[in-house]
């Protein structure tokens, strides 16, 4: 699973001697920087508002249909770099506005798609996995009505 962080280019990691990763949050935070050069070179607002999950769904729709990536799309070069870097911007939406903190999964680095979200009141979430909901079920697991949910729960 390395692979996928190496494929995201410039993550930092802080790792002790058991391996387990310190602080994810330089990483997903550069993660999602990442993903909103990308999003934004392609022509979708990213600013980490949360109006700017709709232009990541309409992203994902545009890149992704019955749960596979467009064969002529950005997700078929990498679709997890993508999934991962993604989930990463729509957790620090919901970060930024909430409050909160990632958590790394007990397995770190091998469970890329486990990362936490503990938001403030106790709630944790999992964008990194919702985002690769959006992509398998389609709409239904719309990114706005998620990041909104989790905004406004107390």
């Known amino acids: ?3 996928i962080f190496r494929a995201l ?3 930092s990691r802080r790792r002790d001697r058991t391996s387990q990763i310190l602080d994810p949050s330089p990483m997903l ?3 999602a920087d990442w993903a909103a050069s990308k999003l934004k070179s392609l022509g979708y607002e990213a600013d980490f508002s949360l ?4 232009e990541v769904d309409r992203f994902l729709a545009n890149q992704s249909s019955n749960g596979e990536p467009n064969p002529n799309g950005c997700l078929v070069e990498n679709p997890v770099r993508w999934a991962f870097a993604i989930g990463a911007y ?3 939406v919901i970060r930024q ?13 091998d469970a ?3 990362f936490e979200l503990h938001l403030s009141g106790d709630l944790i979430a999992w964008p ?3 985002v690769g909901k959006r992509i398998r079920n389609g709409e239904e697991d719309s990114l706005p009505i998620y990041g909104s949910a989790l905004i406004k729960s107390d």
């Open 29 to 31: 935070e550069e993660a």
């Open 51 to 54: 109006e700017s999950l709709q």
């Open 112 to 114: 890329p798609f486990d």
């Open 1 to 3: 699973m390395w692979s």
């Open 90 to 92: 729509v957790g620090e």
């Open 97 to 109: 506005k909430r409050g909160g903190s990632w958590i790394a999964p007990a397995a770190g680095l």
């Open 9 to 11: 280019k410039g993550i």
């Open 128 to 130: 990194i996995q919702r």
